[in-house]
Structure formats: structure tokens, C-alpha cells
DNA sequence: ACCGATTTGACCAACACTGACCAATTATCG
DNA sequence: CGATAATTGGTCAGTGTTGGTCAAATCGGT
């Protein structure tokens, strides 16, 4: 067990003891496990990511912060098997049948998933190479997938 | 939060206390919350700009001001102005800057506005390159607008 | 020896705050 | 009336404080 699993499992037990929120400070982090800041940001893309089902948000400057929350609710299983189901790559026509099932599964409402389909269309990733596109829509799908049940 | 933020709030209260219009002098302001001047205008200029929906007026010499407006418009304004000044290019603070907009017009609710932010992001958008990534955030930002009003 | 995971550090970007200097407007004095 | 002083806000470049990125170096297992 390396350090970054002793980083991951020091995040854990603050969120198991703040309900699912932890808001730390990258360079505090770094000084108490006597690393550099940079493997902060290791540890959190490699275990706190959405397939991992977290959301995490930071702002940098004076009072900057790292904030991880770990998803909960009924709707965490089906949310996360959309998110791992759709792999590293996504296509129109998949999103739009993962887009269906989220709504036939009341996990949206048909205005969202208009306005979700409106964002993962072609139109809207047109300034995306195409080589590229199918993975940004996968990244994109994953975080509107894990922000609906944040 | 910073001093900045509480100035911010602030202002806001007072905005919410005179149907949207308030009118200030910077170094009162100053002198209540013991910063120089202008921090004044750093806070005006960061979080009551045109893209967070305020208008900013002010006067020099003695009796002068700062007057802070919030604007007004249609739903269907507000959005075609918000498309019209992302342009083509659109920067992760502009974009904040304008989803906050929308959500104070009562265009989107809380959970949207954290939505389109979480797609907004880098994160979401990681797999674009950088020099991409402004372009293709302005084209799903337009798409979002759009879906709004439609 | 090879390969993926981890660790590191140099460089970058974003946000906050400050102070010296500038510009505009009004008040006052001769 | 016109010059000058006083009063008010504006600008901008610099400093400090945080987090982010990327690729090279290292580690550990097969």
C-alpha cells in the first residue's frame, strides 16, 4: 500500500465523517503526508473519480480549496452502471439510448433530457475534432451523469 | 470567503433591499470594511460586470458615486444576449459569470446552474485539447441558451 | 528487462489584494 | 470669471497565495 492509497484513505474517513463532503487544502494535504502538492492531484484523478462516483470542484488563489463529494441516494447504482457502461468512448447514438433509459428510470425529466442531448449532439461538439469527439462525450456524459444525483 | 465576497454580498443586499439599484460611495465602502479603495473596484469589476448581469455607472469629484443596476429583460433577451456576447470563444469565469446571470433571472434553478457548470468545467472537458477547449465550451454553451427558450 | 503505477518537480494559471499614480468633477478664492 | 484646491473614482502593474498540468524519473511486480 503506497502513500497515495494513504492519501485516498485519509480523504475517505472525512467524508465517512461529513456526510459526504470533504473540502480540503491541496498544499496542507501535501505537507502532512510530506509529498509534493502535484500527487494530490494524482490521488484524486486516479480514486475520486466520477466511475469512482465522486464530484470534485476547486478554485485556486487566497482561500482556494479542493471540494470531493461522494454521491449517495436510490439512484447512485443505476447512475453509476450508465457511467462505467459508457468506457472511454461514446457515440450520439449510444448517449442518446443511455439519455432514454435515464428517463424511462425517472432519473430526469424530459426537459433534461432534452437540454442533455442538446449538449451531447454533434452540433454542439462541432469544434471538437472528430478523433476526439466521442471521448470529450463520454467525459461530459459522466459528469452530467454524476452531478444529477449530487 | 474572502473579504471580496463579503463586500460582494454586500452590495447584493442592498441591490435586494432597493428593487435593484444601488448606489454607493467607494470610500465608504473602503472604510467600512477596512481595504483600500480599490478593492472596490476589483470586487465591481470581478463580480458585477455585464456578464453577471449589472450595469455600472459612476460619477468623480464631490458627491460622486458608484451606482450598481441589475438588468432587466425578457427571458428570451437575457438568453439572446448571453449567446450574443459569448461569441466564439468562452472562458471558464465568463461562463460562471453568465450561468450565475441565468440563474438569478429565475432562467435556470439551482441544480441546472450546477449542472451546466459541471459541464462547463475543465473537468468535463479534459479530453479537448486546451487550445480547443474555449471554442468547443462557447458551442455548448450556445446549445444550452438555445434549449432554454425553445 | 519490461510495463503499468507512482512519485517528483519545474512551470503554468487563476484569484486576491495593494499602492502609486491618473482623471474627472466640484468647491473655493481672488 | 478663471485659476486653483479639494474631493472623489479609475487604472494598472506588481505581489502573494493557492491549485493544475505535464512529462521525466522511479518503483514494483511479472
Redesign the pocket.
Known sequence: M????IIASFIKDILDQTNGIAE?????LAERFK????????V?S?RFSPEHGYIVE?????????RISRVAGTKKQLVMQMINAAGYELDVSTASAFVSNAFNNDLIDRRDAKLIMAVLGDNALKAIPTELRNSARADIFKHIMINLIA
Open positions: 503506497g502513500m497515495s492509497d480540503l487544502q491541496r498544499s496542507e509529498c509534493v502538492p502535484s500527487q494530490i492531484n494524482y484524486i486516479t476547486s478554485r485556486r488563489g487566497g482561500g482556494g480549496y479542493i
